[in-house]
């Protein structure tokens, strides 16, 4: 006696176990957080001396730097704000390093942004060096924000009484 159907049968099995498979897939590839807990500011001067070498037409801001201890590099990672762009508009983030945070010439181009947007050299290495990827983090916490939106949220974070006009907040500066 022959059966039906067999081929059905093994089409829907093989399609729920793929189906199964999949999910749990996709619920294993959740977003990876990266730590933020090295980053400092950067200062004016540091960005300054970025800022000559850039060849987009914007300026940069929400600049941070990491500095991994078992590395020679400091790694500054900033958003590129197009003059063209509305104020909270996000920019591209670039990243460049480093050996001497202090000179106004040694910096490489770290990042393909980096490296299109500005004449700053390629670096030897990869954005995947220690302390790139998290000096990347700590600007995309940032971007899309003015320097006064971001004091007002420190300040309202710090408890500090921000006054601002009746339905505003920080967001509007």
């Known amino acids: 006696m022959r059966r039906t159907g067999g081929t059905r049968r093994v089409a829907v ?3 729920t176990v793929t189906a ?15 730590s933020v807990s090295r980053c ?6 540091v960005m300054s001396a970025i800022q000559t070498k850039l060849t987009a037409k914007g300026k940069l801001r929400n600049a941070k730097l990491v500095r991994p201890k078992a590395s020679p590099y400091t790694f500054v990672s900033a958003e590129i704000h197009l003059f063209q762009d509305a104020p909270h508009d996000s920019g591209d983030i670039a990243t460049w390093a480093t050996k001497d945070i ?3 010439n040694d910096f490489v181009s770290v990042d393909e942004h980096a490296r299109s947007e500005s004449k700053w050299p390629d670096a030897s290495f990869k954005v995947t060096k220690d302390g ?5 983090a700590c600007t995309g916490l940032n971007t899309g924000k003015t320097r006064a939106q971001i004091k007002c949220e420190q300040d309202q974070s710090s408890g500090e ?3 601002l006009p009746k339905g505003k907040d920080c967001s509007d500066l």
């Open 13 to 15: 099995v093989v399609s």
């Open 161 to 163: 009484q921000v006054q």
């Open 40 to 45: 400092q500011g950067a200062s004016d001067q």
């Open 102 to 104: 202090k000179s106004a």
């Open 132 to 136: 790139a990827i998290e000096s990347r």
């Open 20 to 34: 199964l498979l999949s999910v749990s897939v996709l619920a294993a590839c959740g977003n990876p957080t990266t």
